[in-house]
């Protein structure tokens, strides 16, 4: 029962998140949460009038102490401000009613805001009655998973996409070290994914994890990130990166800067398709000369997808000159020459995220 449970939950995530399908009750208090979010980044009194209750305050913490501050103040002082360098996502809404609660994450360039917001209907509009918030630095260690957005799996007529396991059994151990995930991928946005298993622990805890889910389903594009904000760049399988992944010149400009800036590069099964074209400054691959590993031709054939794939990745790599080390097919197998680590199948996701820990420990010493 827990198990087709768990698989509702996530067709339902899926269909809502990625679909971007809300009820008229939601898309209102959206509509209120954006006023806030515009009229405090702008500044523009009458967004941010329009957003809260008159009789609306703002609390939170300082010295151990609850201060409460007064919403007429909150946007007086707002009103006298700058416009804000920042990025913000709405990452849940709940309505119940004429109630309803949302959390939104505010990213400054070294500070995150976390508000949690309480929201009443009054009349016919929805207003923030009480604002709940708390601020972390940013300048904690980030690294940038890179996707694919190609969902054909060639001439089949069956989809594919990224492997979630290959997210989730990185993303849980780098995040538990303190790093902080974002996503990237070509078109940005969402990805058909499998490897979904909700048998699989790990992507159950992913998928409730609100914060996680809502980033990787709502990826950037690669223009919206800079290299020098990250120490590391991972590169997800799944069949779908075969078709994209190594043909980005953006992606590919990201990787050699990143690793050339003396940052981790990293890849798993099908991943390392990204890394076949990646220049470093002096004009040579990044992979060549390099020990590594990837999905192999085998596996590939055993997987019954060797005919179906427009190239095979150890082939492929092998040709740049890459030193390829495979395993027996589907074991884990993880591979380090100096800050490159790859990953050969989804088994060895968990493996290569503790390396890249390992590895940027290490350059921090």
């Known amino acids: 029962m827990y198990k087709y449970f768990l698989w509702g939950l996530l067709s339902w995530v899926s269909l809502h998140t990625q679909g971007q399908s809300y009820t008229k009750a939601e898309t209102q208090v959206r509509a209120a949460i954006q006023n806030y979010i515009d009229g405090r980044n702008t500044p523009e009194v009458a967004l941010l009038q329009k957003a809260f209750h008159p009789k609306a305050d703002l609390r939170y913490i300082k010295q151990d102490t609850l201060r409460i501050w007064q919403g007429s103040d909150y946007i007086t002082g707002a009103a006298n401000g700058s416009k804000q360098d920042c990025r913000a996502r709405i990452v849940y809404v709940d309505v119940q009613g004429s109630a309803a609660q949302a959390k939104v ?104 994890d609100a914060s996680a889910y809502y980033k990787l389903t709502h990826a950037y594009t690669p223009q919206e990130v800079q290299a020098a904000d990250y120490q590391a760049i991972y590169f997800v399988g799944g069949h779908g990166t075969m078709w994209d992944l190594p043909y980005n010149t953006d992606l590919q400009a990201l990787t050699s800067t990143i690793y050339e800036q003396g940052g981790v590069v990293a890849a798993v099964c099908h991943g390392p398709s990204g890394l076949l074209n ?63 680590v790859t990953g050969q199948n989804p088994a060895s996701a968990h493996k290569m995220a503790l390396e890249i820990i390992k590895l940027d420990q290490l350059n921090s010493k």
């Open 105 to 208: 994450e505010i990213e400054y360039p070294t500070k995150i805001f976390y508000d949690y917001i309480n929201l009443l209907k009054e009349g016919d509009e929805w207003k923030i009655a009480v604002k709940t918030f708390s601020a972390a630095s940013t300048k904690k260690k980030k690294i940038l998973f890179v996707v694919t957005s190609h969902e054909q799996m060639g001439n089949t007529g069956k989809k594919t996409g990224l492997h979630l396991g290959e997210v989730s059994h990185a993303y849980k151990p780098l995040a538990e070290a303190g790093y902080v995930i974002d996503f990237v991928s070509p078109e940005g946005g969402s990805t058909f994914m499998y490897g979904t298993s909700m048998n699989d622990s790990i992507n159950v805890w992913f998928m409730k």
């Open 278 to 340: 990646v220049k470093l400054n002096d004009g040579s691959y990044l992979v060549k000369g390099k020990k590594l590993t990837a999905f192999t031709n085998e596996e590939e054939k055993a997987a019954k997808q060797d005919k179906n794939v427009p190239f095979l990745l150890e082939s492929a790599l092998e040709a740049r000159e890459a030193v390829f080390v495979g395993a027996d097919n589907w074991q884990e197998n993880v591979v380090v020459d100096g800050r490159l």
